[in-house]
């Protein structure tokens, strides 16, 4: 692959080729950066591990070191909450994840530990829950396409938060890149679409950046694969969703 990467970065090299952000292609959206992470006092992440999924410890640290960097730097990890899951049952867990019945499909004595630990949690738009699982599904129908990740926001009036998935099989299994690489990267994204970037619609294709160099770039094409020769890996966001979230803060 080091190879194929020298040959881009030469090919491009010799025709001059500067790469152009991607076509907003009619997918042209706006979001609001998130003023409650954005501006939070404390962020409380809770990881929640089913059936033994975990990031790599340097991958998830790279991932607070970003996230402090556009926040605060009072981030609070909680110890982790591991569940354990009929593998047939976990997809419709996550997407049911934010219902008052989720834990109807816990073992008892995981549901009471469960219950216990995120009672004493806060539970505010500044709460992150990340969860790690060994399968991930576009939607609740197991033929679906597996997905890296997902992050949604659940406000009911009683218990607002944050929630990102993370699909550790297909983030493992990434082509090209490690593990780590690969997590540093699914870590941030995720992270990113919730913090409500790229925001703007000059840069926002279907809530993902068309900047090649920007970690909220969609998916690798052979374009970002050679932005990766002249930029590095795309671990951060780029100038213009910096500049959003930065804008976002309250001085
Ligand atoms: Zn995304
Ligand atoms: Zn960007």
Not at 40 to 61: H, L, M, T
Request: with cysteine.
């Amino acid at each position: 692959m080091k190879n194929i990467i020298t040959l881009l970065a030469a090919v491009l090299l010799f025709a001059g080729c500067k790469l152009d952000p991607k076509p907003l292609d009619g997918g042209a959206a706006s979001q609001q950066v998130s003023s409650a992470l954005v501006n939070a006092e404390q962020i409380d992440i809770v990881p929640v591990s089913i059936n033994g999924a975990k990031p790599p410890q340097e991958a998830f640290a790279f991932s607070m070191k970003i996230l402090k960097k556009y926040t605060t730097d009072n981030i609070v990890v909680h110890p982790t909450i591991s569940l354990t899951l009929d593998p047939a049952q976990i997809n419709d867990f996550i997407y049911d994840y934010a219902q008052s019945d989720r834990l109807e499909r816990l073992k008892p004595e995981e549901a009471a530990a469960f219950r216990e630990a995120t009672e004493k949690l806060p539970k505010d738009e500044a709460t992150i829950v990340m969860i790690y699982t060994p399968v991930l599904h576009h939607n609740r129908s197991s033929s679906s396409r597996l997905m890296r990740g997902l992050a949604f926001y659940y406000r009911p009036d009683w218990q607002p938060f944050n929630v990102v998935v993370y699909n550790q099989s297909k983030i493992n299994n990434a082509p090209v890149i490690s593990k780590t690489q690969a997590w540093k990267i699914v870590l941030t994204h995720e992270l990113g679409h919730r913090l409500g970037v790229p925001a703007r619609r000059s840069h926002n294709s279907h809530n993902h950046c068309t900047s090649r160099e920007c970690v909220m770039y969609a998916a690798p094409d052979w374009q970002a694969v050679a932005s990766v020769a002249f930029n590095g890996m795309p671990y951060d966001f780029c100038d213009l969703c910096k500049e959003e979230l930065e804008g976002a803060k309250r001085l």
